[in-house]
């Protein structure tokens, strides 16, 4: 039995690794273009695209990890049944009892796995993601002058541009700048040249115009305010980084723990429902790969992907649910794990035979 122990442990970890690697690539390549489409319109820098990719593939594992455990272990044993080594395997007088104790070998790693990304690794992700993002978007914000293309900044209250930028001094010529005040006041200004500069005592970024005039005043009143300079220095202020988020996926587990508000308990089950969700999956999965000699090594993969899609949609209507105070909070989502912890338990009991699964004399194949 250790034999057969290591060689179905090694077939389904293959497997399974296999598949999480490809939906993996599948998903941040969609991710990656995506952020590479607004790295293109300057919405970020190019040098965050991977920095963010590389947060998001953590966030990823969390939802890859039990899908690719569950359609790896579908694969492999429907690769044992096709090449019929099941066959020989049950002629040994080896049932799902034996066939569970690998399974749930790998199974318990791969949860413990999931819940140190879950639980720690996922939330510290998410967070830096946030960071990172809010960062990057500022540094767009600020980021080089194009020619002739107009750049926002302050949240769409400052708006500026240039006629032409000298790529290899970084000079800007034929300068316009408006700027709303939160007084209601604007700011026009009309520059011959000017550059970024950067303050060495406080850091701040500076736009420096030279031989301009500047216009200032309410739009609509004749009051305002003209001048004429040689050198003017503008501080290109960025709209201050919202940090704030209404999604607790970036919540500490530890503060989850300690918080009593509904979002947070819905945030912290459904992060319990992770490894939770695996387990349940690998209980399915061994009466649910058993195939027929004709049904071919992926018979049972659609099927598979129709129970984990049906899981996770019940899982996420349950948390909505919880979170609304439709349901208690003492039934949460545990319920959802029961039902196909139950379903998961009657399709063993027909694979082996309803006589036999409920303890009468009836000579059944696992």
Known sequence: MIIVNRYIARESLAAWLAVTAVLLVIISSHRFARFLGEAAAGKLPGGAVFELLAYGSIGFLTVLVPVGFFLGLLMAFGRLYRDSEMTALIACGIGPRQLYRPVFALGLTAAVLLSGLTFYASPWAAEQALVSRRAAEKEAEL?????????????????????????????????????????????????????????????????????????????????FRIMEFAE??????????????????????????????????????????????????????????????????????????????????????????????????????????????VAGALLLAHSLGWRYAFGRTQAVHA
């Open 143 to 223: 980021g080089v002058f194009e020619s002739g293309r107009f750049k926002s900044a302050q949240g769409g209250n400052a708006v500026f541009y240039a006629e032409n930028v000298d790529a290899r001094t970084g000079m800007l010529q034929g300068l316009f700048l408006s700027q709303r005040k939160p007084t209601g006041e604007q700011a026009v200004v009309s520059a011959r040249g000017g550059e970024q500069k950067t303050d060495p005592a406080s850091g701040r970024r500076l736009l420096v115009l030279y031989d301009g005039v500047r216009y200032d005043g309410t739009p609509g009143r004749a009051d």
């Open 232 to 341: 003017h220095g503008v501080e290109i202020a960025p709209s201050a980084p919202d940090l704030a988020t209404s999604k607790l996926n970036g919540v500490p587990t530890a503060v989850l723990l300690e918080a009593d508000d509904i979002a947070a308990i819905a945030e912290l089950q459904w992060r319990i429902s992770g490894p939770l969700m695996l387990l349940v999956l690998a209980f399915i999965a061994v009466p649910l790969s058993r195939t027929r000699p004709r049904e071919g090594r992926y018979g049972r993969v659609i099927a598979g992907v129709l129970i984990y899609v049906a899981y996770s949609n019940v899982l996420g209507v349950a948390r909505l649910a919880v979170e609304r105070e439709q349901v208690p909070a003492w039934i949460g989502l545990w319920w959802v794990h029961i039902i196909f912890l």
